[in-house]
């Protein structure tokens, strides 16, 4: 059974990470884990950095198709949208090939969608190509950088997931500049084509994604230095049955290897000896077989049986803000370019884009909260909440501001305050444990995935209605206000409950 917050010791008046204990690995808080945040924060470059600077590709695709805004919007959303909500989908491929795989996978596929999305015709097209082909490309390599971080740290997990989604800011202030050269000097398409090419790094950044090892070592033939282990992640190693643990002793390829050596000197052996091949590798199959079949019950398990993450009820709330949260973030990176346009702000934004003042900000913001969070006597809960209610005060004070000075502090605020995307992992470690975090974040992503799915979109048609943006920041602030609100109320309701229920007892005794 999942755990709720009481037992594990996530409790809004102690600390929680004076309560954990820590793995003893060698890697864990050093050594390869800090790779893992430089493939994190590279992932977050490549993928969230180029999402938030959408907005200048979706100024060229109103002047080349010449739709609706509203409809035009739905590009970009549903990239965002489908990278976040895939992301149970994608828990089920890390459960079964790792995370390794799976981000490497995607790095291809999100490397497909930008190519093919170049030499798209109109806007249903780039629905296809880009949002749900490059969006899934995305899923797939944006869940395994953030689970990886978390596996690899437990003392500063919090200024580890700081530093590495900072990518985010790196990325949306480099790709909105070079978006904008390549769309000036060779075209959307050709700009898009291009950073297809440049989206293959993924596949580096999932190369580097080594599993924590069992901390064993096997020895090499011919006196050669001892071999390291294939690393598979503790969790595994812990869980999986007997025969499968001493297969994974072996190092991958093994038995492809061995196979092709005794098919050559099978060559005028006896027949038995030609079966010992075909028998290898249906062992492998049948192994395969049950990889899956583990994988797959884990997921499941966690999703829908007894074990469910949903029979947390604190997780459930987190899951209910997360539905209202991201479109507030996200809807100023998609609009803004437009809103500045109208306010007759072109030339002033020019010179030192607002979405570059947030990316900047939003960099500085991940790190100190990250830094600040890890602190012995600061509550990350405490920090969590604070950065959230800054956020829905800046998101109701934009549509008031009609200066670029006045704008820039705004979205520097949006910026700093948003920095509590870094502790939206760690937040959920606690609710649900780390074994359980790939499943946990999958779903917290999802529903920030449908957030940012709808939210842009929305925007565009309350201007198409109003000719204003006004309306559309202050109903989704409003919302966004009830989500926090819900996570504030559900703590009470349960110390109601833990205090009914000690009355009764007593009563009963």
């Excluded at 904008?180 to 293959?200: D, H, P, T």
């Excluded at 979205?411 to 937040?427: D, K, T």
């Excluded at 925007?459 to 602030?477: N, P, V």
């Amino acid at each position: 059974m999942y755990a709720s917050h009481e037992d594990i010791g996530y409790d809004l008046e102690d600390d929680p990470k004076a309560k954990k204990t820590l793995k003893p690995h060698p890697d864990i808080d050093g050594g390869w884990a800090w790779m893992m945040v430089l493939s994190s924060f590279f992932v977050h470059i490549l993928i969230m950095g180029s999402q938030m600077a959408l907005g200048v590709l979706n100024v060229e695709w109103l002047e080349e198709f010449h739709q609706s805004r509203g409809l035009t919007a739905w590009v970009s959303s549903l990239s965002m949208g489908i990278t976040l909500i895939v992301g149970p989908f994608i828990g089920l491929f890390i459960n079964t090939c790792g995370c390794r795989q799976t981000a490497i996978v995607g790095g291809l596929v999100n490397s497909l969608g930008w190519v093919l999305s170049a030499y798209a015709a109109n806007v249903q097209t780039l629905f296809v190509t880009f949002g749900v082909a490059a969006g899934l490309g995305s899923g797939m390599a944006y869940l395994p950088a953030v689970v990886m971080v978390g596996r690899y740290f437990q003392k500063r997990r919090a200024l580890a997931q700081g530093l590495s989604t900072t990518g985010t800011g790196f990325g949306t202030f480099l790709m909105t500049v070079l978006l904008k050269y390549l769309c000036a000097e060779y075209g959307w398409r050709n700009a898009m084509f291009i950073q297809g090419a440049v989206s293959l790094n993924l596949c580096v950044c999932g190369a580097l994604m080594r599993p924590l090892s069992s901390g064993k070592v096997e020895n090499c033939p011919r006196g050669e230095e001892p071999c390291a282990l294939p690393a598979y992640s503790t969790e595994s190693v812990k869980s999986a049955p007997l025969g499968i643990t001493e297969e994974q002793d072996r190092p991958p390829g093994t038995e492809e290897t061995v196979c092709d050596l005794q098919a050559q000197e099978c060559q005028g052996q006896t027949r038995p000896r030609k079966n010992v091949c075909a028998f290898r590798v249906l062992k492998t199959v049948s192994q395969l077989t049950v990889r899956v079949q583990k994988g797959f019950g884990d997921w499941y398990s966690g999703y829908f049986g007894t074990a469910s993450l949903f029979t947390n009820r604190m997780f459930v709330a987190f899951v209910f803000w997360a539905l209202f949260a991201y479109s507030s973030f996200v809807i100023p990176f998609i609009h803004l370019p437009e809103i500045v346009s109208l306010y007759n702000l072109s030339e002033q934004n020019d010179v030192f884009p607002l979405t570059s003042i947030i990316a900047i900000v939003h960099i500085f913001g991940k790190v100190i909260l990250g830094a600040v969070a890890d602190l012995p006597c600061i509550s990350v809960w405490n920090v969590f909440l604070i950065a959230n209610f800054t956020l829905v005060f800046s998101i109701f004070l934009l549509p008031l501001m009609h200066t670029y000075v006045s704008l820039a502090v705004i979205c520097a605020l949006i910026g700093f305050s948003s920095g509590y995307f870094s502790l939206m992992p760690v937040v959920t470690e606690d609710l649900v444990g780390t074994e359980h975090l790939a499943n946990a974040y999958g779903i917290i992503i999802c529903a920030n995935g449908i957030s940012a799915l709808l939210g842009p979109p929305f925007a565009g048609w309350i201007f198409d209605i109003t000719q204003k943006y006004d309306f559309s920041f202050y109903i989704c602030g409003l919302l966004y206000m009830v989500g926090i609100l819900f996570l504030l109320i559900q703590p009470c309701v349960q110390k109601i409950e833990q205090s009914r229920r000690k009355y009764t007892d007593s009563a009963h005794v």
